[in-house]
Each structure stands twice: as structure tokens, then as C-alpha cells.
């Protein structure tokens, strides 16, 4: 299985940083991760080879599989255009139109009937380079989607679970855990991959539950907020917040929300995050 998205068209020739994941005993702990499969739909991202293909084929209701390299995705069009549940799409799962295959089909409209999706399950071994760019997608996204398991360098892993206040702590952690629970199952060393990286990988599995509605903020306009937040990393909140707000305005909503100036974003857990919002008016619901 390829280090995501793209995968060499020569063993050998790994591109863009590609790792597959060798030996089916890591692979099926990944699979079970994502739980009983056999009533859902699963995306699986960067396919490569197969090895979590092989596996999901014979578990999963549907099965989509998102590769963009054009020779592997042919490969595996050939190797399970057998299984009506398999579908290879070739393509790269940060242009894909998501909405196309989640969401409301043609004749759908005239139908009278209320459309809710089917919350699917995503797994994939992500590129180091652009984990960020497709789990922020995916969170996009986030009303098609039950779970997510992604294999990721631990050191995003230890990012996307990080606590407020803790050195780990970033805009990613917060706008994951804003969107979902966050656990970190299992660690795997560079021996688990041909050929090995020189980091350690780990899988997580995030189980979506937006926060949105419980915060009483709107989406766009808190995600726009808390990248302001943890805009420039080293300046105070203060700082990365007067560039967009009245400093008079600004000072009140930091006194009611209890929000000290002088914090930094990392150190601010997301719930006073969003009472600081709602103080400075952009949050009222």
C-alpha cells in the first residue's frame, strides 16, 4: 500500500515518498480498526497494491478506492472487476469531486424525498508531504463521513491528539478535535515498510463528532477564526488577533471571555477559543 495518494509504477522506484506497507498482520489491525464494515461504505485512499484492498474487498458492502497513479489504478481495476463491490477510481482524492460520490445523485431532486447520506468509513495511508491538505479535506467533508483511519508520521499523529497547552498542540489539533474524538492506535517501525522511511508511522482513527453546534458557532467563520488564532505561532493571542479587530473590541471580548492577552492560541483550550469568539460578536447564533 502506497504512502497515499500517488504510488510508484516500479516497486523499486518509489515517488513522492511513497511507502507500501508490507505483511498482512499490520494491515488487518488497520482494517479492524474501522470495525464491522460489512453493511457500510469504505474510501480507501492510495490503495497502491492492494494489501488493504485485499482485505476490504472481502469485508465491505462497498468498497471505493481512490489511486491516482494510472498503472497501479489499471492493475487494480483488472484484479477486482470481478467484484461488483470494488470500485477504482483514478484520480487524486484532493480534486476529486466528493459530492459526486457521496452525495445527492441525478433525479434525486424531484423526488420529494430527503436526502441523508450514508456515513462512510475512510482509511488510508497518508504521504507525509500532504497529510495535512487531505485529513483537512476529509473534515470538509465531514457530513459523509463515520470514521476515519489514517496511517500518518507519528509526528502528526502526536499533533492531531495533542492536548491545549501541550508543545504538540496546533491549528491541526484543534480543527481535528473540533470536528471529531482522536485516538492513537499503534505505532509501526520503518522495517513494516518497503522501502522503510526513517520514521516511525502511527495509525489513528478519528470518530466524527462535530462540536460546532455545542460551541454555538458557525463553521467557515470559526475555522477562518482559529486559523487568525494560530496565525503567526510565537506572537501572543493578542497580537495575531488586533491585525482583524478593534483593539478597544477586542480587549472587552478578551475581559468576558476570562482570556488573558497575553496567552498564546496553543495554550487556550478550544472551548475558551470559542467563548472568545462569541464575545467578539462573530459567533451569536
Known amino acids: 500500500m502506497p504512502k497515499g495518494a500517488t504510488a510508484p509504477t516500479s516497486p523499486r522506484k518509489p515517488k513522492l515518498g511513497q511507502h507500501f506497507l508490507v505483511g498482512e498482520g499490520a494491515a488487518l489491525r488497520i482494517v479492524e480498526a474501522l470495525?464491522?464494515?460489512?453493511?457500510?461504505?469504505?474510501?480507501?485512499?492510495?490503495?497502491?497494491?492492494?494489501?488493504?484492498?485485499?482485505?476490504?474487498?472481502?469485508?465491505?458492502?462497498?468498497?471505493?478506492?481512490?489511486?491516482?497513479?494510472r498503472v497501479l489504478s489499471a492493475q487494480l481495476r483488472m484484479?477486482?472487476?470481478?467484484?461488483?463491490?470494488?470500485?477504482?477510481?483514478?484520480?487524486?482524492?484532493?480534486?476529486?469531486?466528493?459530492?459526486?460520490?457521496?452525495?445527492?445523485?441525478?433525479?434525486?431532486?424531484?423526488?420529494?424525498?430527503?436526502?441523508?447520506?450514508?456515513?462512510?468509513?475512510?482509511v488510508g495511508n497518508l504521504p507525509y508531504y500532504i497529510t495535512s491538505d487531505i485529513l483537512l479535506r476529509l473534515l470538509e467533508y465531514h457530513r459523509y463521513f463515520s470514521t476515519i483511519v489514517i496511517m500518518v508520521q507519528k509526528e502528526v499523529a502526536d499533533r492531531l491528539a495533542a492536548s491545549a497547552g501541550s508543545r504538540d498542540y496546533g491549528l491541526l489539533s484543534a480543527t481535528t478535535q473540533l470536528y471529531g474524538r482522536v485516538e492513537q492506535l499503534f505505532t509501526?517501525?520503518?522495517?513494516?515498510?518497503?522501502?522503510?522511511?526513517?520514521?516511525?508511522?502511527?495509525?489513528?482513527?478519528?470518530?466524527?463528532?462535530p462540536r460546532l453546534?455545542?460551541?454555538?458557532?458557525?463553521?467557515?467563520?470559526?475555522?477562518?477564526?482559529?486559523?487568525?488564532?494560530?496565525?503567526?505561532?510565537?506572537?501572543?493571542?493578542?497580537?495575531?488577533?488586533?491585525?482583524?479587530?478593534?483593539?478597544?473590541?477586542?480587549r472587552a471580548a478578551l475581559a468576558k471571555s476570562?482570556?488573558?492577552?497575553?496567552?498564546?492560541?496553543?495554550?487556550?483550550?478550544?472551548?475558551?477559543?470559542?467563548?472568545?469568539?462569541?464575545?467578539?460578536?462573530?459567533g451569536t447564533l
Open 258 to 282: 476570562g482570556v488573558k492577552p497575553a496567552i498564546r492560541a496553543e495554550a487556550l483550550p478550544i472551548e475558551r477559543t470559542a467563548a472568545l469568539f462569541r464575545a467578539l460578536g462573530d
Open 213 to 250: 453546534e455545542a460551541l454555538r458557532v458557525p463553521e467557515a467563520e470559526f475555522i477562518a477564526f482559529l486559523k487568525l488564532c494560530f496565525g503567526q505561532k510565537r506572537k501572543t493571542l493578542w497580537n495575531n488577533l488586533k491585525t482583524a479587530y478593534d483593539e478597544d473590541a477586542l
Open 79 to 122: 484484479k477486482f472487476n470481478m467484484q461488483p463491490n470494488v470500485e477504482i477510481i483514478e484520480g487524486d482524492i484532493l480534486t476529486i469531486e466528493l459530492n459526486t460520490v457521496f452525495g445527492l445523485k441525478p433525479g434525486m431532486l424531484h423526488t420529494g424525498i430527503s436526502f441523508e447520506p450514508e456515513p462512510a468509513r475512510v
Open 188 to 209: 509501526l517501525p520503518p522495517s513494516a515498510f518497503d522501502p522503510p522511511p526513517k520514521v516511525h508511522s502511527s495509525v489513528v482513527r478519528i470518530t466524527i463528532k
Open 35 to 69: 470495525g464491522d464494515v460489512s453493511e457500510a461504505t469504505v474510501l480507501e485512499i492510495g490503495p497502491g497494491r492492494g494489501s488493504l484492498t485485499d482485505l476490504l474487498a472481502r469485508r465491505a458492502r462497498r468498497l471505493i478506492a481512490v489511486e491516482l497513479d
